[in-house]
């Protein structure tokens, strides 16, 4: 049975392997370790499945950079002992949640709270990138 660390090194070895392939070579220690409290990632692997049929594009790769981010970022949690707690609210986070996804930092309910803020700002749907940092 493979352990959590071997699973989020196995995606984070994926996710940069995809990222290479898009002719974009990207050292995990050059990706910005901050993971904005706004962004949300369920469903984001289906997301990149579907991106990838139309087309490798930005949004795409700002994805993968996302989770490539999100899973070292678990790693580096793991090692210091804070890996299943919510980032949010420091609850612990389901076991069944860790599960279905690894990398995750938040609770249920933080997530939900964070996505309903993620759907908001993506009312404008053509600029997935403009994203405004402050309010
Ligand atoms: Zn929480």
Redesign the pocket.
Same mark, same amino acid.
């Given at each position: 049975m493979e352990t959590i660390r071997e699973r989020l090194e196995e995606d984070l070895r994926s996710a940069v392997g995809r990222l290479r392939q898009m002719g974009g070579a990207v050292a995990v220690e050059e990706v910005p370790g901050a993971i904005g409290a706004n962004s949300p990632f369920a469903d984001e692997v289906d997301e990149i499945q579907a991106n990838e049929r139309r087309e490798i594009g930005f949004a795409t790769r700002e994805l993968l950079v996302g989770r490539v981010n999100r899973l070292s970022a678990a790693l580096d949690r793991l090692n210091d002992g804070e890996y299943g707690t919510? =980032? %949010? #609210? %420091? %609850?612990p986070?389901s076991p069944a949640r860790l599960q279905a996804l690894p990398e995750v930092q938040? #609770? =249920?309910?933080?997530?939900d709270r964070i996505e309903r803020l993620g759907r908001q700002s993506d009312q404008d749907e053509d600029e997935a990138e403009t994203v405004s940092d402050d309010d």
């Open positions: 919510c =980032v %949010e #609210c %420091e %609850e986070i938040t #609770c =249920v309910r933080c997530q």
